[in-house]
């Protein structure tokens, strides 16, 4: 009797024991299915980093091209890098890197060329100790070290920094325009044998590059900063250039900008971009101690006599359309015997490239000494006045 009484106590509890667990089995696969949603992953431990590299940590890849977008989504740099090594989850080893930057029309404006580098990836900064170019159709930039913001295009060149601006006449001749004939008819006007020709090269310590700007601030202490242009020599602690929009056009006309090819492999601009691109502005400056030093020497051309000018000034500012150059700061010029000195903070003197011109506003004093014969000095009125004031 007692097998049966056990058989039949079991069958009535089992059903009491086994429905408790599957309820509550149940009610946690059900939860489990609530809580966490199959298509959601689970966020990990580290955030990404902002420029997202498909390079795993401790790892490279050759041959690597990598387009980089703002957050509007319009294109702003392209890198085609030959070797990338991913050192770590914020940074990349760069070998062998080109980068392409974009404008605001999405059309191909300067690019960079990087032996070796190292891009962070958080911060988009990308630093290297080894000379860098910065190319565009009108200028080339090299510095011995690099830091270039990528997401603001501003970087800082250091060691020995030469930029080289090419002349703006020779790069339109050099691009025709589409259509017009290759053997064009000389002008009955022929051009002075003597005009200087070839590019402004700008040598320092130290420069700051504004990509978005266009614009380089080149500083150097005890005339650290020398510019070479084929009509005058500059001298100054501090040059800032401003460069035309690639492009763009001069000051008077209405500046639609010309637009590039965008399959350009080397992102050269057209005819139509290296006429409106170039030099526009330049400003130099120094202190007292050290004030800007502009050496002009004219040859002897067209039944003139040859010359030698200097002109020094706390600043000089230079209209790279008009070819004159403001000097302001207690300016003095002399042009071969002749010495013009400002008597008055206000007074500023207006030089041109060409050698010859000399307008004047405010007090000065002019010395004039004879190739044989005593210094004679005097007050003097202004030669010419100027049609606007310095900015």
């Not at 206000?346 to 506003?361: A, E, Q, S, V």
Request: charged residues 20%; hydrophobic residues 35%; positive net charge.
């Amino acid at each position: 009797m007692k097998p049966s009484v056990n058989r039949l106590l079991i069958k009535r509890a089992l059903p009491a024991l086994i429905l408790p667990m599957l309820l509550a089995l149940g009610s946690q696969s059900w939860a489990g299915k609530k809580d966490t949603p199959t298509a959601t992953p689970a966020p990990s431990g580290s955030p990404k980093p902002k420029f997202d590299v498909p390079i795993p940590p401790d790892h490279g890849a050759d041959f690597v091209k990598l387009p980089y977008f703002d957050e509007r989504g319009r294109l702003q740099m392209y890198f085609t890098i030959e070797h990338a090594f991913r050192v770590d989850e914020g940074h990349l080893r760069l070998t062998g890197a080109y980068m392409q930057t974009y404008d605001e029309h999405q059309s191909p404006d300067a690019n960079v060329t990087i032996t070796q580098g190292i891009l962070d990836l958080n911060t988009r900064i990308i630093t290297s100790d080894v000379p860098v170019t910065v190319r565009r159709s009108d200028f080339q930039i090299v510095g011995q070290k690099m830091v270039f913001n990528t997401q603001t295009k501003v970087g800082h060149f250091s060691g020995h920094v030469r930029m080289i601006i090419f002349n703006r006449s020779e790069m339109a001749k050099a691009s025709p325009t589409p259509g017009a004939s290759a053997h064009p008819a000389e002008s009955p006007a022929k051009k002075d044998a003597a005009t200087p020709s070839g590019p402004t090269i700008i040598d320092s310590n130290d420069m700051d590059y504004d990509g978005k700007k266009h614009v380089s601030v080149f500083t150097g202490d005890y005339y650290g900063v020398f510019v070479n242009d084929p009509s005058f020599t500059v001298n100054c602690d501090k040059l800032t250039t401003y460069m035309r929009r690639s492009g763009a056009a001069g000051p008077k006309g209405k500046g639609s900008p010309a637009r590039s090819p965008a399959a350009s492999p080397d992102g050269k601009a057209n005819a139509a971009a290296n006429r409106g691109s170039g030099l526009q502005r330049a400003v130099a400056e120094g202190p007292a101690a050290r004030p800007v030093v502009i050496v002009q020497d004219k040859p002897a051309a067209a039944g003139q006599e040859a010359q030698h000018d200097v002109g020094i000034a706390q600043k000089a500012d230079y209209n790279a359309d008009t070819g004159d150059i403001i000097l302001t700061g207690w300016p003095r010029v002399s042009q071969g015997l002749d010495t013009q000195t400002a008597t008055s903070g206000t007074t500023f003197m207006i030089m041109n490239k060409d050698g010859r011109t000399l307008k004047t506003r405010g007090s000065t004093r002019t010395v004039i000494q004879a190739q044989e014969g005593p210094e004679k000095a005097g007050d003097s009125s202004p030669a010419q006045t100027p049609g606007s004031s310095p900015q």
